[in-house]
């Protein structure tokens, strides 16, 4: 089964910063996908990044970006000139290929990211 | 387009009732997840639906179960609820094409006292 881990409960970056979420993941498949959703008070899950395993290119989404390590199995995201509407709690999630199984997303315990005025 | 709408947003029940909670996917996903989310145990996947079928199912009692309709919205229902049962539940929907993300609605708010 797959596993993710995120092991930062918290963390806080002063507005314009830059600021890098870790996560790792296990698995045992050679092709996958990676999330990284964001959870605002609101509750709704709003997905912020994607990643194909078999993509070599770290995938970039204006002020968000990944560092894709496949060998280390290591996931994490840089959120480049933080606003305070980035302020949220933080899910990595992993997802098996598209064999037509499942869509099942296994998730991470979440990190809540705090942004200084 | 509308997104993914869950109803109702907020649930007070008694331990031993029973709740049913609904979940409207985006105009053509076929596919529809659900999770529950406590502080505790974080995001769970309970199961999946796919053209009416259960596809996948996370590891929750039997007192957890679904179905969907033939227009893909889908219900989940606990029966005999216990306070640890307690938790934001989601429902998240897709089209099942290779490649595609889920969308999440944003959750019905489940209480038992």
């Known amino acids: 089964a797959q596993t993710v881990t995120q092991s930062q409960p918290e963390m806080s970056v002063q507005e314009a910063e830059t600021v890098t979420l870790s996560c790792t993941y296990d698995t045992s498949e050679s092709d996958y996908y990676l999330f990284w959703y964001k959870q605002p008070p609101s509750r709704q899950m709003i997905l912020v990044i994607r990643q194909e395993a078999y993509k070599q290119q770290n995938a970039t989404e204006n002020r968000f970006s990944v560092n894709f390590q496949k060998a280390a199995k290591s996931f994490s995201l840089k959120i480049s000139d933080s606003q305070l509407g980035d302020a949220a709690m933080y899910f990595c999630?992993?997802?098996?290929?598209?064999?037509?199984?499942?869509?099942?997303?296994?998730f991470g315990k979440g990190i809540t990211l705090s942004v200084r005025p | 387009k509308a997104g993914v709408t869950q109803t109702p947003r907020y649930l007070i029940k008694t331990r031993g009732q029973q709740v049913t909670l609904s979940c409207s996917p985006i105009?053509?996903?076929?596919?529809v997840s659900w999770y529950q989310q406590t502080p505790g145990q974080g995001l769970q996947f309970l199961f999946e639906y796919f053209s009416e079928t259960q596809r996948n199912k996370g590891n929750f009692p039997g007192r957890f179960s679904g179905r969907q309709f033939s227009n893909s919205r889908s219900e989940m229902n606990v029966s005999t609820l216990e306070l640890g049962d307690s938790a934001l539940y989601l429902c998240a929907s897709r089209t099942r094409s290779l490649n595609t993300e889920a969308f999440f609605g944003q959750g019905t708010r489940l209480t038992v006292v």
């Open positions: 999630a992993y997802r098996s290929p598209d064999t037509g199984a499942n869509s099942k997303l296994t």
């Open positions: 105009s053509g996903h076929r596919s």
